[in-house]
Nanobody, 122 residues
Framework: VQLQASGGGLVQAGGSLRLSCVASGTILRINGVGWHRQAPGEKRELVASLTGVGNPNYADAVKGRFTISRDDAMNTVYPQMNSLKSEDTGVYYC?????????????????WGQGTQVTVSS
């Protein structure tokens, strides 16, 4: 399963961005999804996730500002990011896990997108 992330860019502090991550392949079911970010010189960290039953989880730094959602019909995951701060700058990666059909049967997958740059100017 391949993931294609998009929607990053340059935005002023206080602004908003909506990223998207589209999963392609013979997907049967999407379970957990998540968005991670990696700031320059820092480790990659989880900022938002959504369980298979729709329970969201947010890092403290983004609570109240980010909202993660998913459209299973489109195999797409979105984080709506509002009130952006300079510390939100980084490369954002999506992660999706689920099951897909392979030539030899049904298998689990855990895929990562290529990352999309978000830069927040103060």
């Amino acid at each position: 399963v391949q993931l294609q992330a998009s929607g990053g860019g340059l935005v002023q502090a206080g602004g908003s961005l909506r990223l998207s991550c589209v999963a392609s392949g013979t997907i049967l079911r999407i379970n957990g999804v998540g968005w991670h970010r990696q700031a320059p010189g820092e480790k990659r960290e989880l900022v938002a996730s959504l369980t298979g039953v729709g329970n969201p989880n947010y890092a403290d730094a983004v609570k109240g500002r980010f909202t993660i959602s998913r459209d299973d019909a489109m195999n797409t995951v979105y984080p709506q990011m509002n009130s952006l701060k300079s510390e939100d700058t980084g490369v954002y990666y999506c992660n999706v896990e689920g099951t897909h059909r392979r030539y030899n049967g049904i298998q689990r997958f855990n895929s990562w997108g290529q990352g999309t740059q978000v830069t927040v100017s103060s």
